[in-house]
């Protein structure tokens, strides 16, 4: 439960299952050589430096995202990339603790 739930703040948020129901792709915003030592099965790896030049990409899969990443920092960065641009995305935060979850 994070820190915001805890404390009774924030709204309710879509769970990664809920997203995972909905199709959902992963996106893992790590480095290519990041990703390349250990990545999440069948996620695609878009870095977050070049996520903003992919935004057009992502929309045409027209699917829910889950953006991870190494400790959740990067991906929450993307995340709000991500909803800044209209797609509908989630912070899923480090790769490992989101495999966990799958």
């Known amino acids: 439960m994070?820190?915001?739930?805890?404390?009774?703040?924030?709204?309710?948020?879509?769970?990664?299952?809920?997203?995972?129901?909905?199709?959902?792709?992963?996106?893992?915003?790590?480095?290519?050589?990041?990703?390349?030592q250990g990545n999440i099965k069948g996620s695609k790896n878009i870095p977050l430096n070049t996520i903003s030049s992919k935004?057009?990409?992502?929309?045409?899969?027209?699917?829910?995202?889950?953006?991870?990443?190494?400790?959740?920092?990067?991906?929450?960065?993307a995340n709000s990339i991500l909803k800044n641009n209209g797609i509908e995305s989630m912070n899923g935060g480090g790769w490992q603790s989101l495999e966990r979850k799958l």
């Open 55 to 77: 935004i057009e990409e992502i929309k045409k899969l027209n699917k829910p995202v889950i953006v991870c990443c190494q400790s959740g920092m990067r991906s929450s960065q």
């Open 2 to 36: 994070g820190l915001l739930s805890m404390l009774g703040l924030g709204g309710k948020q879509e769970s990664v299952s809920d997203f995972m129901e909905k199709g959902a792709v992963i996106i893992d915003v790590r480095t290519v050589g990041e990703f390349q």
